[in-house]
């Protein structure tokens, strides 16, 4: 059975740093790139960050500078490192897998992100 289970997330001042965590089940984790998404209230869901099989990263314009994205295949897990958060971030954080080769892709639950003074 597969699973992405989502968790980290919290309420956290602007300034402020979260770590999120996406622990994975059921597939072979090593093949995948990992991403996570948000999706802010009465927004659309959006690419935050993704890290290939072989360790490349790619980060939103919004979030360069700021956030990390770093994976541990041994432990089949995804991190975002997010640092310096600011209110716009206040979203539901999402870990996805694909696997271009075969077409699949996994979505984890999601974990709220709240950044409010």
């Known amino acids: 059975q597969v699973q992405l289970v989502d968790s980290g997330g919290g309420l956290v001042q602007p300034g402020g740093s979260l770590r999120l965590s996406c622990a994975a089940s059921g597939f072979t984790f090593s093949y995948y790139v990992m991403s996570w998404h948000r999706q802010a209230p009465w927004k659309e869901r959006e690419l935050v960050a993704a890290i290939t099989a072989g360790g490349v990263t790619n980060y939103a314009d919004s979030v360069k500078g700021r956030f990390t994205i770093s994976r541990h295949n041994a432990k089949s897990t995804v991190y975002l490192q997010m640092n310096s958060l600011k209110f716009d971030d206040t979203a539901v954080y999402f870990c996805?897998?694909?696997?271009?080769?075969?077409?699949?892709?996994?979505w984890g639950q999601g974990t709220q992100v709240t950044v409010s003074s």
């Open positions: 996805h897998a694909f696997w271009g080769l075969v077409g699949r892709h996994y």
